[in-house]
Every structure is written in C-alpha cells, then in structure tokens.
C-alpha cells in the first residue's frame, strides 16, 4: 500500500530542528588524537534530511536557528544551493554558536564523535520564530527529537506541530536521539511519548524506540507499534541495522526492507540518507516496500562517503544500487 | 447531570503541584509598605484545594517538593493535621525554600501580592519522584497549572497525566495561572494546550483561558469549549468572577452558577475554594447545578476571611450559606 | 591612642552592602514550625550599622541595590527616616528579591534563621553604580564582606574600595561572614584576603578570621594581626563573644574590651550594634579603649531587644550601661 | 640592565591559563565561509608561551584544566613532547569542552577568529586545583589575563598569585585581552588592575592598557608606568605593533625595540611569541634591549608561518633574524 498526501500543497517537506556543523577527519584509520586536518560539512540530521530530499527533487524548506557568523553563513549558503528554502532559517543575535561534530575515522566498526553541543544556537530556535503561514504549505513536517531537548526549542517544535495538526500537514518525527543535552532519560520519554502521540508517521532504530519507553532492556516491535496506532500513527517504521528495517502499518501490513551491502567507510549519515530517500519514495507515491528499498540503498551509498550532507545520492545512483543487488 | 467517577480507588483526590507559605498582612486597610506583622499560613493553590477538599471529608492525597527547613516541616505537618495524605510529598535536598506570598490588605478590591518564587522547591519537583502505584490509587489527579512553568515540574507533570491516563484517573485540570515564572504568554500556551488537551474537566476563568488561547482580548466561551471537546474533555468550567460561572457539558447542556453576596476583605483564595467545594459536590454524585452553588458559596466564605487554606469551609457552613441566599 | 580621620568631608560612613528585612518570630521560646506570626524590620549587616551610627549621631550613607518592590519602599523609606543617606541606594529593575531572614527565637542559646539569599537584589549592584563622587566625600568606607559572595556586588566593592584608597578615604572591613551563597571557603578566603589587605581597619570575630584564612581549626591571634599589619591595616579588632574583643594597633598596642551583661533574648544583630558603637566612639575621638567599651554596651543592650536595626541604642544609653557595669 | 630572579628554583616558567584548541584554514586569501578544511594546533596564549618557552630551552610547567575528550589528550601529549611539564594540568570531570579557534586567514591584515569560548574546560580550573608546592619550584609564575574572565578560574588565578608572592615567585602578567567572556570593559578594568598591582613585571599592547584603566580612547605610557610603579611591578612593556615595544624600568630607564620586516601571513600568534622570547632573553641574563630585540624577531617569524605553536622558533632562528636585520 501507498500513504497519500495532501497534493495542494508549495512544499513537499519542511524540517524542523538543527543545522549544524560536521569536521570530518581527513586522514583514515586513526583515532581523533592522530587526527590533524577536518573538512567542514553541513551537518545535523534534519539539516541533512532536507539537503539528501531536495537532492532526490523534492521541495523542502526549513526551519531552525543558525549562529549569525561564519560557520551560520555557511550553513545557510550550502542549504541554499541544494534547493532548500531557507527563508525560515533564522540568526542567532545573542551570539550561540554552531554545533559542531568533530569525527574521527578509525574503522568501519568505530568512529567516535566528539561533540560541541553546549548553548548552540539550535537549540534556542522560539516558538515566536514559527510561522503558520510557511507550515501550512507543506505536505508534511519532519520532527527531529534532538530539538525537544531543550527550552525553548521543545517550545518550537510543540507549537510547530499543533500548527501542522491544524493545517492538515502529515507529522513524520524522526526520533534522532543523541544522549547529549537531555537531563534523563526519562526525559526524553516524556517528550519523544508527547510527540509520538502527534504523529502520523514515526521513524527510529529498535535502540531509539526503547529510549522513548524509558526501557532498560530491548522491547518488542509489536507492542511499541499497537501503542502508537493508539494515536495518530498510520505508519510506524523500526530499523535493526544490518537486519534492515520493518514499516508497520496501521492496516496491521508489516513490510521488511533489507540492508544492502557496502564498503563502509564510516557509520554516521546512515539514518538522515535511510529518510530522505524513504520520504522521497513515499512523497512519489511508490509503495512501502519500494519505499524501504530506497531508504536502506540510500544508507549505504552515504557510509561509503566521507560526508554526511555533501554525499546524499541522486535518484538514479539508489535505483542503480537497488538493480545491482537484487536477487533477480 | 452528574459526572461519574471510578469508585473502586483509595483516593479522591490526589494533588500535584506547590504547597507553599503565604504570609498575611496583619494590619489591614493599609499598604504592604505599612503592614508591620504577618501571619502564616499554607498556602499556594493545589495545596488550598487538598486542604479544603480534606476539611469537607474527601480523601486527599498531595505529590509535591518542599524544602528541607522549617518552612517545609510546617507545611507538611499542617496538611497532615488537616487530614491530607503527605506521603508523596517529597524534601528537597539540595537547599531550596518554599515559596513565599506576602499580602496585603489594602481594600476588598485591591490586595497586592509580592511573591517569593525564584528557585522554589517545588519546581523541582522530577519526573522520577511521582509514584504510579500512589496515583493509581485515586479518583482524580488534581493539576494545578502553575506546576507546568519550569522544569522538571513540568515533566513531573506530563509523567503524572499520563499515568493517570494509563489507570483510569480522571484528568482535572486547574489552569491557576500566575505570570511569575513563565517565559512568555506563549510558552504559556503551549503546555496549558497539551495539558488541557488530555483533561477531563478543565476549571478556570475567562481570563485563564485567553491565555491558554495566547489571545490579547478576550474569547468566547462556546469556542473555547468546542475546542477542548474535540479532545478528552467532558467538562469544562469558566469563571466570569462577579457574574458567576458556567459549566459546559460535552453532551452541550450548559450550567449557570452565580456568584454569592459577601462581605470580601480580600480576593485571594477565591478559586481554590471554588474549586475544592465544585470537586466535593461532583464527588458526592451531585448534579452539575448543585456543584455550581458548592463552588459559589465556598469562595464566598473564604474571601470574608483572613486566610486562603485555614479559612476553607465546611460542608455545612456552605450548605447554610447557599440556603440564606436562595430565592425562595 | 586614638585613630583620625580626614576632617574634610561630608559624611562619617558611607557603607556598602545589603538592605534586606528580617522577619522576627513574635512568639519567643518556640522552633519556627511553631511561630505563627513575624514582624518586619530592616536588617542585613551594613544597613543595620548605617541605622545604628546614624542614631549615634554620625552622618551616613549607604551605596546598594534593593528591590523595586513594597520591601524595597520600606527598606528606602526606614532608611531615611532613621538619617541615612539614601540617594546612592538603587533600584533593580530585574524584578529581584529583597534578601530575607525569618528567625525563631526559641531560647538565649538558640535562635536559627531561615535565609531567603536566593538572586537577592543586594548582590547585583553593578560596579556602574558604584559613584566615585560620592564615596570621595566619605570619612570612612565600610564593606560587608557578603557584599564579597557574588557578582557582581563583588566587583563593585572591588571598585569602592579602590576609589576609597585613591580619594584617601579610610576602608573598614566588617567580614560579617555568612555561609550561604558562597561557593566554598577557599572562595571566601581569597576574597577577604583581597579586600583585608587593602582596608585600614579590619573587624571580626575570631571565627571569621579563621574562615578568612582557610583554617580548619582555631587560629592565633597575634599570627593573624602580623599578616594584616603587611598591609595596609592600622587596627585590627577580634572579637571573642563573653570573653570580650581585642584591639591590635600597628604600633603593637594590645587593647581588651570586655562582654557586658545582659539579659539575652536573641543573639543576632549583635556585631552590628558593635560596629556602630564602636565606630561611633573612633570616628568622635574616643581612645581605643572606650570604643571597645561603646562597641561591648551597644551588643549588650540590642540583644535584648526584638529586633536588630530598629533596637540601635543611643548614645546615652550605651553611656548608662557602661556606667552601671562600670567596677567603680 | 637586566632583571634577576631567583635561580634556586626547578623550573623557569610555569603558565597558568587555557590551552585549547586553533583550527587554521589550510586555503588562504579566502574568507572563512569559503574555506573548508582547517588544521588542528595546540592553542590558547599561556599555552603557546609555554610551548615557545620551552622550544627555546626555558624549563616550563603548566597549570590549567583540559577536557576529557580526544582534543584534552591532544593536548597535553603534544605539550608534553614540546617539553612543557604537564603534571598540574588537570582534567575537567563534568563533560566541558577545550576551547576552539577557527582562524581565516584572508589577507596579512585581516583574519577573522571564530571563537568557541562558552563554558570551556580551562576556565573551570578551581583554586583547589593550584598546588602550593609545585608554585613555589618557579622562578616565574606567568600569568595570562583571559583565565580571569570567570569564576572559578579567576579565584585560581588569585590563588596562584598570591602563592607566587609568598614563595618569592616573581609574577608576570601578560594581559592578554579577548572581549568575549568578560561582562563589561569595567569587570575588566578591576580585575586586570587587582593583578597588576602584584605583578614584578607587565607585558601587554597599549590597547590592553587602556581596557585595564577602563578608557574609551588611548591611555599616556607614562602614566600608566608611574601607576603600575605605585604597587610591586619592577618593568613593564608596552607593545606598539608595528612602531615596536617599550620597556619602562621602575629605575626610570626607558627601552625602546622596533618591529622586525617579515613576510605576514596571519597575525594571530605574534603576541605569544614575543612574550616567550623574550622571556627567555631575560631568564637568560640578557639586557632588557636584547631582550625586546629577541620578542621582536620571534614575533616576525611567527607571523609568517601558519601555526601559533607549531610554529614558535628557536634561538638560533630568532639571533639569524637578529643579525639579518642588524643595521650594521
């Protein structure tokens, strides 16, 4: 089966969240200590969502908060050039900086990120500097948990979806759970649950899901996914890395997307790429399988990549990669 | 009609929120600059209620944080002694105090109020200090709004709705809003929303809810009311002070409750008595009507009086009350 | 031998610090759980010496911020009433708090206090409102060393101090040492030590000595005198509670003040009325050893009074009591 | 003349202040936003002085707090191989981050700086952190201006300074004046002077000068000395770019050494190198003109090459530029 969205819209996707900025290592097979020159990236996993959508054709916008210097200019120039609108990107005037995420390359398995997260201009997005008007145009608005993290960007994120809610545009919340700035896990149970609840489409790793039920131990798909056809959800998807991922519908349809091979290079970049071409495929009305297909062909061409944003696939190397490993 | 509630639960009532002290001017008719003594009392808003509603024979139970000092001993020893379960309240170690309300007395229409709530306890209330084998004993979680204005009360009260949910207790929502502590009108807005939204009855003025609403003038009551029915809403109470209040029912019978003839020294305490006696009545089966005078007659007495906790009424001083000034 | 003081300026004592309220038990012999009613006064360490050497008959001022609220009109108002100079007192405009000390008074030995020092008004005077032409036309400065507990009071005595030194205006250090709002005691002890090493007269107990230099167990005098006397100091006054206070003079005069008797009600506000007694007898000529003398009667006679600001003897009163203990 | 320290000391130099992190475009005549890979150096201006001390052959030590991340073991490794002692730099415990320094470098004359200074590990050195015994093995205890932009690495610097003093430890304020951090010019200007006036000699610009006397246009060199003078300083520099450097001794001689011709790519640096040149000349018995000549011809080298740190030179470098320009 197929979702289908409200046609009689400007946007395709609007994201709501961080843009940030990544320094990626360079020099290969080493820990960030021996790590002595970074390349700058756009970074910041909706940023990344809106830069591989817009790639894929979609029209996206979007909305956050961007330091008012050179690393803000820069993030707002490289969105820009992708195609994504940034009318809705707004500066910092208290002086926050960036986030920044220096990465090391060591191995396929391990690549540590060191993290510059402390008062960044992000997370002080206000629901002031959310604007109806410009939701309103869209299909649907893409969540990212990081923003719930902390006042008065959870403020932002809260208005943004009740305007969504109000204006028949679709919620997809991507949990994109970073441990860092939350208090407690609990926490972030209470506000990833209270967003959940909004959502009609939900996208997160086993591992993530478990942190919104403040559970300790794995849990099970099938309880985490009657819980939320409670609520709005019509699809819920669980992604299990080198198993792939499962969409579960609200119809009870389950679907099983595989993952596909690749030479890893590094990890991260992974789930932003798995979205974007999930949501292009989805927003292009193919079915849920292709969907799944897309999203898992999109990870692994990023993790072969050094960049996260800069790597994002076209449409034609993901199908040619869905070609190349099918069983036929 | 009457609302009905879950008989099968140890408690009626269980209250979240702040137990504070207030500090009455002694002297009256004159400003705060001239009032030399105070008297002391507990005091803050769902705590008034707890007390009121114990004093007229419902079980009441209270989860909130108070300091680790004498103010704090009072309070808890004060609610006990008035028949409040205090075994949820908690001690905060880390050297906060109570909040403070200083009055005065100047005339029955203006009592200025100077309010002592920076880093008070009870907004540090945490998420993992509320007990769901304590709420699942009750009737009703009583929320006062103001517990909302900062974190982690804030998430302490989200954990709080949504376990009463989970276990069948009825959501009662007292905006009591007071501009101290919040950020903004909006931020206001957005988080009496999610609460109200998940409430089944909401209590509040006119006032209160054009702030939930974020409007600058004042809304209209029936839209108000429709909006809080498309959710879990089946009562909704608006106060309009002198001319009274109105309940609306989600079956769309609507209520009149007048406001009650009395000698005022001084406004304060008004709503917590209103609110405690409306509780008392509901939970006694009454119909909406009845709970209307209830609530009336009550915060008439009250305001007559030198206290908001210490000065809540009896059943039968209000049931005498609402017969000297019936029509008949 | 007599200390002098620069003839040729306008006031006696321009005092720097805090103006709060206390809030006294009315109730004696009883914890504060059991106190049901408080009076107010002014109090805080510098405002009360400013009271009390104005009711001797010194000119004074004072330079500090207080609330712009009812507490802070009192505080201006009493203040003024009583002599004080109030035109370099402040306003804050941030909506911060009057510090407030509510005590008990349970018994001679015991009476605990109940501090509200929480983002207190007092502790954010600005340097910018630290006025060289005022202080310029100052005999004498005298710090509080709470005023020393955060910034950015902290800098503005740093100013004051600096502008004394510069317009040859003695600095009298009053270490009036209290706990709260203090990050640790090695904090404490740099900055006394900053401040006691620039003042020309320096007054405390022997306790706050030892809280001044780091010590965990008692200090000794005479050690304490000699590192003063590196610097700037030419009197250093330690005081022992019953067995009296000691005078180090630079030349290496010791004088002994004895403890008067008294009829204790309450212990606090006694270095206080010390303080003005004895500044009072130095600033008009008196010899060391009857400042001691003025300094001993003053405390004997406001703790056994209710408050601490409004006891402040005169000066025929000290007269008296030092008459009738008198041995002759 | 030249100046005489105590040689019956272990080490020469110990620094106390930031060592953080500088990110240097690699693409030069661009501005920031254009550039896209930087290199990573050690940073921070004690930390660059300590690095350049100890490549000239001074014995040098270090006193600060480093993250606990892969940039903190950075670091302290690569200060360790330059030879710096690394024993008292302490690792930060609660998650902060090293300081950051994006550099552009666009043109000799402009190169914008990309600060990352908002709760950065260094200054949450905590005065329990300075150590008495390792102080007291220095000839020079160097101290860098920025470590007291905040508590509680203000208070540590307080500490040091005032262990140096007991501990015949000569002081040597470098001023080294970043607006970013501080609260205003005046917080400044008192805390800057509170060092000064215990420090045996003071190095900084003419610019520095005048934010230390709180001036809004330029300051008199004179009186600035005449001032310094008053309290313990025995010389003290005033650099003027490109016009050079003045030494004033407290004798009243007056030395002038002028700026060195150099090839600049980038500014940034010039100040550290100076300052560790010479130091060195002095430490090593030259006369104050030497050693202004050897501050000046580092200085030129420094400025020339891509890194503040990396890049410092050794003697026989600076005594080749030295002779090179020579007039003779």
Same mark, same amino acid.
Request: charged share 25%.
């Given at each position: 089966?197929?979702?289908?969205?409200?046609?009689?819209?400007?946007?395709?996707?609007?994201?709501?969240?961080?843009?940030?900025?990544?320094?990626?290592?360079?020099?290969?097979?080493?820990?960030?200590?021996?790590?002595?020159?970074?390349?700058?990236?756009?970074?910041?996993?909706?940023?990344?969502?809106?830069?591989?959508?817009?790639?894929?054709?979609?029209?996206?916008?979007?909305?956050?908060?961007?330091?008012?210097?050179?690393?803000?200019?820069?993030?707002?120039?490289?969105?820009?050039?992708?195609?994504?609108?940034?009318?809705?990107?707004?500066?910092?005037?208290?002086?926050?900086?960036?986030?920044?995420?220096?990465?090391?390359?060591?191995?396929?398995?391990?690549?540590?990120?060191?993290?510059?997260?402390?008062?960044?201009? !992000?997370?002080?997005?206000?629901?002031?500097?959310?604007?109806?008007?410009?939701?309103?145009?869209?299909?649907?608005?893409?969540? =990212?948990?990081?923003?719930?993290?902390?006042?008065?960007?959870?403020?932002?994120?809260?208005?943004?979806?009740?305007?969504?809610?109000?204006?028949?545009?679709?919620?997809?919340?991507?949990? !994109?759970?970073?441990?860092?700035?939350?208090?407690?896990?609990?926490?972030?149970?209470?506000?990833?649950?209270?967003?959940?609840?909004?959502?009609?489409?939900?996208?997160?790793?086993?591992?993530?899901?478990?942190?919104?039920?403040?559970?300790?131990?794995?849990?099970?798909?099938?309880?985490?996914?009657?819980?939320?056809?409670?609520?709005?959800?019509?699809?819920?998807?669980?992604?299990?890395?080198?198993?792939?991922?499962?969409?579960?519908?609200?119809?009870?349809?389950?679907?099983?997307?595989?993952?596909?091979?690749?030479?890893?290079?590094?990890?991260?970049?992974?789930?932003? =790429?798995?979205?974007?071409?999930?949501?292009?495929?989805?927003?292009?009305?193919?079915?849920?399988?292709?969907?799944?297909?897309?999203?898992?062909?999109?990870?692994?061409?990023?993790?072969?990549?050094?960049?996260? =944003?800069?790597?994002?696939?076209?449409?034609?190397?993901?199908?040619?990669?869905?070609?190349?490993?099918?069983? !036929?």
């Amino acid at each position: 089966m197929a979702i289908t969205f409200n046609t009689d819209k400007k946007y395709d996707i609007i994201a709501i969240g961080r843009a940030c900025i990544d320094l990626n290592a360079n020099e290969y097979h080493r820990p960030m200590e021996k790590t002595m020159t970074f390349t700058k990236y756009v970074g910041g996993s909706p940023a990344n969502i809106a830069i591989g959508s817009a790639k894929l054709g979609l029209k996206t916008g979007f909305i956050g908060k961007i330091p008012e210097d050179q690393h803000g200019n820069f993030i707002k120039q490289y969105m820009s050039e992708k195609g994504v609108d940034t009318s809705n990107m707004v500066f910092d005037t208290e002086g926050r900086k960036a986030g920044l995420a220096f990465t090391e390359i060591l191995s396929p398995e391990e690549c540590s990120i060191l993290m510059y997260r402390d008062n960044v201009a !992000d997370l002080y997005l206000d629901p002031t500097e959310v604007d109806e008007s410009y939701i309103k145009q869209s299909k649907v608005l893409l969540v =990212s948990g990081t923003a719930l993290a902390k006042s008065p960007s959870r403020e932002a994120v809260f208005k943004a979806v009740s305007l969504a809610r109000k204006n028949d545009v679709k919620v997809i919340f991507e949990l !994109d759970y970073r441990p860092y700035t939350w208090k407690s896990q609990e926490e972030v149970s209470i506000y990833y649950s209270a967003i959940a609840e909004q959502a009609d489409i939900v996208i997160a790793t086993r591992d993530e899901y478990d942190v919104m039920e403040n559970r300790q131990t794995e849990g099970d798909n099938q309880e985490t996914v009657n819980n939320l056809f409670q609520y709005e959800a019509e699809l819920v998807v669980i992604k299990h890395g080198v198993d792939g991922s499962y969409a579960y519908e609200k119809t009870g349809s389950i679907h099983h997307g595989k993952a596909y091979k690749t030479q890893v290079l590094k990890t991260f970049g992974a789930g932003d =790429s798995y979205a974007s071409a999930f949501l292009y495929a989805l927003m292009n009305g193919k079915d849920i399988e292709t969907a799944l297909k897309f999203g898992g062909a999109s990870a692994a061409i990023v993790v072969s990549k050094h960049s996260s =944003s800069e790597a994002m696939p076209t449409v034609s190397e993901i199908e040619q990669l869905i070609k190349d490993q099918s069983v !036929d």
